[in-house]
Nanobody
Framework: VQLQASGGGLVLPGGSLRLACAASGRAIASLTVGWFRQAPGKAREFVAAIRPGGIRKYNADSVEGRFTISRDNAKNTVHLRMDNLKPEDTAVYYC????????????????????WGQGTQVTVSS
């Protein structure tokens, strides 16, 4: 499985972006796909994930209510829609995938994901 992340850029506070994670080598509907991010000088953190069947999980402390993860099976792509962006959302965003399907309680554990894409930079600044 290969993953290609795209859609990052520079946006004003309060603005929106939509990231895409395109998969090749396996149907994305059969994968658990997660988004993680890493800000300068900080550890990588979980953002959101979606598993086969459509169950979603978000980082409740930082993005729930502002970010939405969705899947487009026809395009073999998972999107992360990010609204009301804040400067603290500035980071490199990575998508990851795995062939397993887990309970929601562990979907945010990055060590469980086997496949990783390259990052895409998101900068929120005025």
């Amino acid at each position: 499985v290969q993953l290609q992340a795209s859609g990052g850029g520079l946006v004003l506070p309060g603005g929106s972006l939509r990231l895409a994670c395109a998969a090749s080598g396996r149907a994305i509907a059969s994968l658990t796909v997660g988004w993680f991010r890493q800000a300068p000088g900080k550890a990588r953190e979980f953002v959101a994930a979606i598993r086969p069947g459509g169950i979603r999980k978000y980082n409740a402390d930082s993005v729930e209510g502002r970010f939405t993860i969705s899947r487009d099976n026809a395009k073999n792509t998972v999107h992360l829609r990010m609204d009301n962006l804040k400067p603290e959302d500035t980071a490199v965003y990575y998508c990851a995938a795995d062939r397993s399907s887990w309970i929601t309680g562990v979907m945010g554990e990055e060590g469980r994901y086997e496949y990783w894409g390259q990052g895409t930079q998101v900068t929120v600044s005025s």
